[in-house]
């Protein structure tokens, strides 16, 4: 008997597809996909409570313009 357990596929979101998370012995977690395209499935699907009520960055740059006139 091997030591190792038997790991199964993780259900993933379909634009995910491929996602492998491994965390190695020395605790650093390893992706065998870009973090910039795991950040921006994250902001279009997953809702921020922290941000619910914060204007957005397009709504802050209008304020600011209507300041310097």
Avoid: H, W
């Avoid at 993933?12 to 190695?24: A, K, R, T």
């Amino acid at each position: 008997m091997s030591n190792e357990k038997k790991r199964k596929k993780a259900k993933v979101n379909p634009e995910l597809d491929g996602l492998n998370v491994e965390i190695d012995t020395f605790g650093e977690i390893k992706f065998n996909y870009n973090i910039d395209k795991i950040n921006d499935f994250l902001d279009k699907t997953v809702d921020d409570k922290k941000l619910r009520n914060k204007p957005s960055k397009n709504d802050e740059s209008e304020e600011e313009s209507d300041y310097k006139d």
